[in-house]
């Protein structure tokens, strides 16, 4: 006998409906119908208001019966629907006071906060039609993707090795020669070249739906349009971004990204995601009215006294993280991405602002960090903490973890960039940076792979600028250059920018091996921007959130022409991979309990066993035990580490190793390419066993084996 | 050009779909039909002739992966000839990795 619950009991003009269920939230496809679901705890009123795929008037538009609203959750199946090709919003009437926060237009159609699909940016750059009453049109989607056996990887959070890169800008290049620049298949084509630069997992700058025409203007020197281009402010949680998908046009972006996921993780490699909810695309007062504010203002924003919206995303608005509501959203958001599209990890951008009350005020116990930590879909997920946000709150070192929690570790950039310049007073700092910060981390419990180190991101230069620059330059930004951090800790080598001054550029080339090197040898988890393995360059501009250009495509030219860097860089990152020493799970506890004759980890200078801690040293150097590594778990070799930031060359004293060892030679920054370095296996053994000289600013990492 | 879908009985192990015409979400429901019929009798292999399907909606695809979980996995799923836009479609959401994409009928094996 056929189910009765899935019957109509009510109908409105032709339409058959039936009382739907509130959970879940959003429209899910039942038997023969769609069930529509949305909270609003102050509307009146709401109806659901039914287009047809792009058109700009609603075919229909059906009030949703009193009976049909359970607390403050609307909820209607609707039968018979062309479900392919219908677009949905929602109309909500309530009171109007900007003073208590409520925003409520009936002249407004609202995208559901839960759409899994949003139409409206279908293909990247297509200046959207205006009159268009309805821009983020919610759609519907499909659980039906071919996953086969597929899962997260869960690759141990120590192993990892993480590449940081924007969609659009990796393929968008025409030389990238891919069949769809700035898609997810085009990342699909370039698999090969991950794989062969050998990092564990990718982590995508913003792909929820965003709006590239956001604050989009004219640059006022040259022109041309200037976009929201990374992506920083979310129009749907729930969505991928349509433009970001070679068949967005045909909405398929769903199983576009699926099919990527799926490839990458067929290859070993893992998915984070950058994930926003500090802030919307709704902005401030005089932002568009998208969703969120039109159906639940006081809910879903922070807003002062007088109603106006709280700042502390430095975007306009800030999304109320921890009101029950909107935190049960941030639980539905992550844990559809994981179960749904198999995500490995998220990055979560100013994670800060998440640990705010709803009056902003730093939480010491943040209900929703804590709820995502112990949340069982979310058990085996990467979480990573920007752990800052623009109101003034910096927690690296001190963001409440619940034992999961990894931070962006902003005092090891700081850290290596100081020492890489030569700057005093630098060894102490850097020891720690080294070890995976347990100055920050060890005293909480907290593992070494808590920190994700990085010496350059998104934000700010890449690792050539940051060699080639002392000040930024974001003229092109059109804010004359009063946008982007000042404090970047870069140094130019001796001349601002572009030159052609072959001692300069040599400087530099050796400089940023030294930054990879020093990247590569440190505990915790590296991270490489994209591009950065070939040099690539945003002519000094450290902000470029607005260019659909050069300055921030990756130019696939560059892996010839930096052959010799791109060498360098997957030869550390291989040998990171096949050294466990330099992956341990827990801090070093600068003993030796294996009893190997050697504590885990030993600090020198240019004399063995004797390091220098003094202002005005630069040097330092470091021995690892292999018989230390993973704790003692895994076999490995000794590794020994020195790094020079003086202007002069210096002899160091190599400690001695056991009888019957050597030390052998994997990496020389000081050396030219391609004596910089070797296959790792492949390593020469030093000539002389009790001594190198580290030219001037070099590094050199040995082997004993 | 209006779309058909016809189910033909190749051998005892290999089952045939011809499609031609328009696959999208007002014609999805006649290939899915056909597909359900195809799946009610055992096989080793189900084979869809598109050399005359010039386009294929989200809908359609969404047949296509119906059908590669209603055989089951030990029914092979071979896509005969797609035209270029149909074969874009295949390949950029990641369904050509789950059945046998070939060039002609002669290319599947018996």
Wanted: aromatic share 12%.
């Amino acid at each position: 006998m056929d189910r009765i619950d899935i019957h109509p009991t009510h109908t409105y003009g032709d339409f058959k409906l039936r009382r739907g269920k509130p959970l879940p939230f959003g429209a899910t496809l039942e038997p023969g119908g769609v069930n529509f679901s949305i909270f609003s705890s102050h509307a009146k009123s709401c109806s659901l208001v039914l287009f047809k795929r792009h058109e700009l008037e609603p075919f229909a538009e059906i009030p949703f019966p009193d009976s049909f609203r359970i607390g403050n959750v609307f909820c209607m199946v609707v039968f018979d629907l062309d479900y392919e090709n219908i677009e949905y919003g929602y109309r909500m009437d309530g009171p109007f006071s900007f003073q208590e926060g409520h925003w409520f237009d009936t002249s407004k159609i609202l995208m559901d906060p839960y759409a899994k699909v949003i139409g409206g940016r279908d293909v990247w750059g297509v200046t959207p039609d205006w009159s268009n009453p309805y821009q983020h049109r919610a759609r519907l989607s499909f659980d039906d993707f071919d996953w086969e056996d597929d899962r997260p990887l869960e690759i141990p959070p120590e192993d990892q090795i993480i590449y940081e890169m924007h969609v659009r800008s990796f393929t968008q290049h025409p030389s990238a020669g891919v069949k769809h620049p700035g898609t997810f298949a085009a990342i699909r084509d370039k698999i090969p070249y991950l794989k062969e630069l050998g990092v564990t997992s990718i982590e995508l700058m913003p792909v929820y739906e965003f709006d590239e025409f956001e604050n989009s203007r004219p640059n006022p020197h040259t022109g041309e349009t200037l976009y929201n281009y990374w992506g920083y402010s979310t129009v749907g949680f729930f969505a991928p971004k349509a433009g970001y998908a070679a068949t967005g046009k045909f909405g398929m972006q769903v199983d576009e990204l699926k099919a990527l996921i799926k490839d990458l993780h067929k290859n070993g490699i893992e998915v984070i995601l950058d994930v926003v909810f500090n802030h919307t695309a709704e902005g401030n007062e005089q932002g568009p009215t998208i969703s969120y504010r039109g159906i639940d203002n006081r809910t879903y924003y922070m807003l002062t006294p007088e109603g106006y919206y709280f700042n502390f995303s430095g975007c306009g608005n800030t999304l109320n993280c921890n009101n029950p509501i909107v935190r049960n959203m941030v639980l539905d958001c992550l844990r559809y991405w994981a179960a749904e599209y198999h995500i490995d990890g998220f990055r979560f951008d100013l994670a800060s602002i998440l640990g705010r009350d709803p009056w902003g005020a730093p939480l010491a116990n943040p209900p929703l960090l804590e709820t995502l930590a112990f949340d069982p879909i979310l058990a085996k997920c990467k979480l990573i903490a920007e752990a800052w946000d623009a109101g003034g709150l910096y927690q690296v070192g001190s963001f409440p973890a619940f034992g999961r929690w990894a931070e962006w570790n902003g005092k090891y950039r700081d850290g290596i960039r100081k020492f890489l310049k030569g700057e005093p007073g630098r060894v102490g700092d850097m020891a720690q940076r080294l070890q995976g910060s347990p100055d920050l981390y060890a005293w909480a419990g907290r593992a070494p792979a808590t920190s994700i180190n990085f010496i350059t991101a998104h934000d700010g230069f890449t690792l050539a600028d940051l060699v080639s620059y002392n000040d930024k330059h974001n003229e092109a930004n059109g804010e004359n250059n009063n946008d982007g951090g000042n404090d970047n800790d870069s140094w130019n080598c001796g001349a601002e920018g572009w030159t052609d001054d072959p001692g300069i550029n040599a400087l530099r080339s050796r400089q940023m091996k030294n930054a990879i090197a020093m990247l590569l040898v440190s505990q915790g988890v590296p991270m490489i921007l994209m591009g950065d393995e070939v040099g690539r360059s945003q002519n000094g501009n450290n902000n470029t959130y607005c260019h659909d250009n050069e300055l921030n495509w990756f130019n696939w030219e560059l892996v010839n022409t930096n052959a010799g860097l791109f060498r360098f860089v997957k030869s550390c990152v291989a040998f990171r991979r096949i050294h466990p020493v330099f992956r341990n799970r827990w801090h070093f506890r600068n003993t030796d309990y294996v009893g190997s004759g050697y504590a885990d980890i030993t600090w020198h200078g240019t004399k063995a066993w004797n390091a220098d801690w003094s202002n005005d040293c630069r040097t330092i150097a470091f021995l690892l035990c292999g018989k230390h590594a993973k704790e003692g778990t895994m076999p490995d070799n000794y590794i020994y580490v020195a790094m020079n930031m003086h202007w002069d060359a210096h002899w160091f004293e190599i400690p001695g190793l056991p009888p019957g060892l050597n030390w052998h030679v994997f990496a020389n920054t000081g050396a030219p390419s391609p004596a910089d370095c070797w296959e790792p296996g492949s390593e020469p053994a030093l000539d002389n066993q009790s001594g190198i000289l580290l030219g001037d600013r070099s590094v050199v990492i040995l082997v004993g084996k | 050009m209006a779309f058909t879908a016809t189910l033909e009985t190749v051998s005892e192990a290999t089952s045939k779909i011809i499609l031609s015409g328009e696959l999208d979400a007002s014609t999805a429901p006649t290939f899915k039909a056909e597909v359900e019929k195809a799946a009610g009798t055992p096989m080793k292999r189900l084979v869809l002739d598109l050399r005359n399907l010039e386009y294929m909606a989200s809908a359609g695809l969404r047949v296509l992966i119906y059908a590669k979980q209603k055989i089951g996995a030990d029914t092979d799923l071979y896509v005969v000839s797609p035209q270029e836009p149909v074969l874009h479609t295949l390949t950029v959401t990641g369904f050509d990795q789950s059945v046998f994409i070939v060039p002609s009928e002669a290319d599947i094996p018996a």
